[in-house]
């Protein structure tokens, strides 16, 4: 498999909301500032050469094909929002400046996760410098996550043709928290596999969605590094093998959930890999991909430390000198 990375980012994905959106340990301009840290690293011409950008928001008509209408009309409701972005100030605001500021942008990354997995098919390997909003399912919101993006990129590759009807897309989730949102959208959809690997005692603690993970591997809160990794390189083999041997369908993509809260110097993700660390766990996910000859999509999903973008611009810059 011939890989030709691809990073897809927008400006339009930063986050700026009158200084409210600092209410949250999320940084919500860590898109731009792992961009900066890029360029300084392999100059702008280099790095262009790569860059890959969504042109338009996703719109309310591609949206209904996972989301209910019903829950797109909720998030008119400033109140309805401030509740799945954990902002209570937010419910003050009027609802077009919402729109605007904050659930644009993630329309932007949502669009940007559709660009990433059509063009991991087409080129071996996408990053998109957002996305990975891995507890939003069809009718539900939480966690800062408001569109379920995995699935509409999903559905994309499948109405385009771009992924057979038997065509198995194999999710991995390395997030510190659970991927609810996920296992919810494809409940009925065995042609997803997932692999999910979390700090088991913190959010969103879905006894129900966790029942949809093919390859569960809960961890416990200050989880080593070292048990952490040794645990990602004894089960993230496995689990691949064996979906790669089924004898109906083959896995066409994956999909990688690279949430930085794994560190040890975030606010929420209760673990304690070292910067080093979550790089190796980034090099491991990619090289098992690669040597299986899977496409591969990156998403950014959380990260709540000043060293999140960091971290993300490291995994990047891996991916683009590998080649």
């Not at 932007?108 to 098919?121: D, H, K, V």
């Not at 992924?163 to 609810?180: F, M």
Request: aromatic fraction near 8%; hydrophobic fraction near 40%; charged fraction near 25%.
């Amino acid at each position: 498999m011939s890989v030709s990375p691809r990073i897809i980012y927008s400006p339009r994905y930063n986050i700026g909301l009158l200084g409210l959106e600092r209410l949250h340990p999320f940084d919500s301009r860590k898109y731009a500032r792992a961009v900066k840290h890029l360029r300084r690293r392999f100059g702008r011409a280099r790095l262009n050469r790569h860059l890959v950008k969504p042109p338009r928001p996703i719109t309310q008509e591609q949206l209904l094909a996972v989301h209910t209408k019903d829950y797109l009309q909720r998030l008119r409701d400033p109140k309805f929002i401030a509740k799945i972005l954990e902002v209570p100030p937010i419910r003050f605001l009027p609802r077009w400046l919402i729109d605007h500021a904050v659930l644009k942008p993630m329309r932007y990354a949502t669009a940007g996760t559709i660009l990433a997995a059509r063009e991991a098919i087409d080129h071996g390997l996408a990053i998109n410098l957002s996305g990975g909003y891995h507890h939003a399912s069809p009718d539900e919101g939480h966690g800062f996550c408001v569109y379920a993006d995995v699935a509409l990129a999903v559905h994309d590759l499948r109405e385009s043709r771009k992924l057979a009807p038997d065509d198995k897309i194999a999710y991995i989730d390395l997030d510190a928290h659970q991927g609810d949102g996920v296992c919810k959208s494809f409940v009925s959809d065995p042609r997803v596999l997932i692999y999910d690997q979390y700090n088991q005692h913190i959010f969103p603690r879905d006894p129900d969605a966790r029942r949809r993970i093919d390859c569960d591997v809960p961890v416990p809160h200050n989880c080593s590094e070292a048990d952490y990794l040794a645990a990602l390189r004894t089960r993230l083999p496995a689990f691949l093998d064996a979906i790669t041997r089924t004898a109906t369908g083959h896995v066409r993509l994956a999909i990688y959930n690279a949430g930085s809260d794994v560190y040890i110097g975030d606010q929420l993700g209760g673990l304690t890999c070292s910067a080093d660390g979550v790089l190796q766990r980034d090099q491991f996910v990619l090289d098992q991909c690669r040597i299986r000859k899977i496409p591969t999509v990156v998403l950014l999903s959380g990260g709540y430390s000043r060293q999140s973008y960091q971290l993300v611009a490291n995994m990047v810059a891996y991916s683009l000198e590998a080649q």
